[in-house]
């Protein structure tokens, strides 16, 4: 099933570095910010990746927890999250559950080829648990600035 605008998320257990399980209600109360991305230690996804560190004080003083989410496996993502000193938690999707059900696979073409691939976007869910903004296909340059303005709003209301 996949996630709807200003509707609740489906039950869903992943698992991240450090351990983590996480469910849409482990962070109750808090906002979540998931951003799915393509493919970890490559460019975009390392400056998309850094510029979420560097603002990640700032997410924190909103209200919000940030995870990255590829279909890396987990010892990728723990060299990753060490190689570029990431304060977050890392989503191995391996198998593609949270991809599909987020809508975030798409066919790509890369040197000629027809590849699968994962659309850089980013979801916010409220701290009840409600997906209230989605972006995809995004761009990296501007986007965490665009994500932070977004939970800050939310905090407001």
Known sequence: MTPALNKALPEFEALATNGVKFTPHAFQGRAVVLYFYPKDHTPGCTTE???????????????????????????????????????????????????HMFGVVKNKIMYGKKVKGIERSTFLIDGNGVLVAEWRGIKVAGHVEEVLKAVKELKKA
């Open 49 to 99: 990746a850094m510029q979420f560190r560097d603002m990640h004080a700032e997410f924190v003083k909103a209200g919000a927890v940030v995870f990255g989410v590829s279909r890396d496996n987990m010892a990728s993502h723990d060299k990753f999250k060490q190689a570029v000193d990431l304060p977050f938690e890392l989503i191995a999707d391996t198998e593609e559950k949270l991809c």
